[in-house]
Structures are given as C-alpha cells and as structure tokens.
C-alpha cells in the first residue's frame, strides 16, 4: 500500500510498504482523509523534533515511520477483544498514546502524559491508504458527518480544548489571534460555547478573507489599535479571554493587553522562538497565561456533536489533494501560505 513515510528533514517519500494487520486490543482502518498539521511542517522542514529517533517508551517506534495523526477512515478489520465496533464503523481517531499510571494520566489529564505519543509521529500514521489503531483512539462518526469533516475533528479538537480552558461563558466578549486552522477551529469553538462577540485578529488579507466568509469579524493589526478597540468596545473592561492561536511576540503582547482583570490569554500555538513575556501586564491585572495541549475525549465528543448539527463549515479554507502530491501542494504550499488547510486523500 502507499504510504508517506518520514526519513528526516526534507525527505519523506511516498512508498510502497506491506499491508499491516491488527493485533489484539486493535483495528484495521482503510484511511479516508488525512489532514497536514503544523507539527507535521516542523518535522518535515526542521525536523526530527518530535519523532523518535529512539525507540520511544509507549510504542518503540522510530523514524523512519509513516506520517499522519488528523485522521478518519472506516474499519475494515477487528483484532482480538475488540468490542462496541465493527467492520464498517466511520471513525475519527484521537491519536493518543498515553501512560495511564502518571500523575496527569490518574487525574484524567492523560493529554499531557509524561510519556506521551502520537500516532503518526510516535508509531506509523495515517498518511496511508490503511493503519492500524488502538480501540481507545476509536470515535465513531454520526451518519450526517462525512469522512472528510471526521479528519477535522482532531485540529478542532485542538481548538475546543483551548476555547472552554478560557472559561467563558454564553454572552462574554473574545479575541482570537491568528486566522489559521486552529485559529478558525477557535472562533468555530466559541460560537459552539454561546458566544457571539468575537473578534479574530490577523495580518494576512487572505486569512481575513476566509474567516470573514465564514462569518467572523475581524480586525486588521496593521490597521487598527488592537487595545484601544478593544477597551472602547468593552467599556474599559478587557475581554473575557484571549486566544494566541499565531505563536509570535507581537499576538502575545497586544493580547494581553486585551484581557480583563483575573482572565487568561489561552496559548494554543507552537513557538519557534523564545519570547520576552510582559510581567507587568500579568501582575497589575492579576491575569494569567493558560497553556493548552491537545484534548481529551470528552473534546472530541464534543466537536462530533456540534458537527453532527451542522455547525463547522470547511467553504475557502480546506483542500483535498492526492497522497503523491503531499511534498508540493502539501507541506510546500502550506509553508508557503498558499494553502490553509490541507487534506490527503488516499484513493486519489
């Protein structure tokens, strides 16, 4: 079968590999849809960062692997002691591989496991036409979800996660900084929660573009006082939450000088370079700085749940290419900013 498989920085090819089988607690999936992520980016240009060149402790696994962790497909074959799913059932993968004895793991936190793994970056993924999966990643998919919005539950997961750590609530006020994947997953997030006075922050006219279509408000930092807007728009009183879904010092500073007294700037990005953190914000508001990482599985429920009712919409933002395009129209396009979203099809 073919398969994406990473080598190292800038080399990944698209290979031959032999068909896998599923083992005992497992499943065999025929891959629908397999989304690109930032991470995947990293490891392909800067990479190996987060893949193994050890075995790693939960899977054994090291690169050289297949690529590949945003992904659904539908179940073609059962190991042994699979229960609650058949051959057949569509799926979205939550693509944790957890320790279950850590201290996060016991308090239920296992998204930030001590020993935590990937599928598709700690054991071979979904970049593939099948893979073989632990039942505990196994979400099933409603009949009104296709396979192609399944491969989007895992970045809008990413997404949800971050928006509840923000704690708001029906009828607060947000800022979203960045207009990418998961700053648009976000905004989708927060309208999910019951909120309608949202502002999405960003630079590139195209991104604006997209978000707006969809419906958001947005504001232009090169052309508009991001902190002075903001206070004359809440009274002086900042907003409920800010998300740093950009990951570059000038989103962080002007977010944090839109939060309110005692709230967070959520940060749900990846950062390449250190950054200078404003103490004095943070001490003369008594406010905080939330890190976010991944979800659990009450997330990806949740996001299951809002797309079974129609609520996320992929118009001008998501594109289907086939696996032997991934180099060019994939990982080149999006480091490039011709692309937003990117997803794989196997078939094709």
């Not at 042994?80 to 059932?89: C, L, W, Y």
Request: charge should be negative; charged fraction near 20%; include cysteine.
């Amino acid at each position: 079968m073919r398969a994406a498989v990473y080598y190292g920085p800038n080399k990944v090819t698209i290979d031959d590999i032999p068909e896998p089988a599923p083992g005992e607690g497992e499943v065999k999936v025929r891959v629908g849809f397999n989304g690109i992520c930032g991470t995947d980016l990293h490891e392909f240009f800067a990479g190996p960062i987060f893949i193994p060149t050890e075995p790693h402790a939960l899977t054994g696994k090291q690169a050289p692997l297949v690529l590949g962790h945003e992904f659904s497909g539908t179940i073609t074959e059962l190991g042994a002691g699979v229960e609650g799913f058949a051959e057949g059932d569509r799926v979205a993968i939550e693509p944790i591989y957890r320790c279950g004895r850590c201290g996060p793991c016991q308090s239920g936190r296992y998204n930030i496991c001590q020993s935590i793994g990937f599928h598709g970056l700690m054991a071979d993924g979904g970049m593939a036409e099948a893979t073989i999966v632990p039942q505990n990643m196994l979400h099933k998919l409603p009949e009104s979800v296709s396979l192609q919005m399944g491969a989007l539950v895992e970045p809008m997961s990413v997404a949800y996660h971050a928006a509840r750590l923000g704690a708001v609530r029906p009828g607060d006020s947000a800022l979203v900084m960045g207009a990418g994947p998961i700053g648009i997953g976000v905004w989708f997030a927060l309208k999910g929660l019951g909120l309608d006075d949202v502002y999405v922050v960003e630079p590139s006219p195209v991104r604006r573009a997209s978000i707006e279509n969809l419906g958001a408000r947005t504001l232009d930092p090169a052309a508009t006082d991001i902190p002075e807007f903001i206070r004359d728009h809440t009274g002086g009183n900042g907003v409920a939450a800010a998300y740093d879904a950009a990951g570059v010092q000038p989103a962080v500073a002007t977010a944090l000088q839109c939060i309110g007294a005692h709230k967070a700037l959520v940060s749900v990005a990846i950062y390449e370079k250190p950054l200078e953190t404003p103490l004095l914000n943070l001490v003369m508001n008594e406010s905080r700085i939330q890190g976010s990482l991944c979800y659990t599985g009450d997330d990806y429920r949740a996001v299951i749940g809002l797309m079974a009712q129609g609520h996320y919409d992929t118009t001008g933002w998501v594109t289907t290419i086939p696996i032997e395009q991934v180099i060019d129209e994939g990982f080149h396009a999006l480091h490039a900013g011709k692309k937003m979203k990117v997803l794989i099809d196997p078939a094709l």
